[in-house]
């Protein structure tokens, strides 16, 4: 069975979308890259806090309460959509 591919999303829409999120107080699905180069998956988290000039955002797990800060340009999924820049 062939898997259809959601359409990409440019990064500043992907921005404008978590700032609408932290918003409305909503869940993110987003794959990201460390400065590491792993891998990491954010299932179901909050946006926490934006900060534009640093080009980041802060998500929150609803259930350990841990934060995480993560550079926009190293996310490559949201929501199961592709990201590009």
Known sequence: MKQ??????HLKDVQ???DECQRKRERVWITALTS?????QYD?????SSHW???????LNPVSRQIRKVRDV???SINGHPVYI
């Open 74 to 76: 190293l996310i490559f």
């Open 4 to 9: 259809q591919v959601k359409s990409a999303i």
């Open 53 to 59: 000039r640093a080009g980041t955002h802060d998500f």
């Open 44 to 48: 179901g988290w909050l946006v926490q």
């Open 36 to 40: 590491k180069g792993e891998i990491h």
């Open 16 to 18: 404008l979308f978590l």
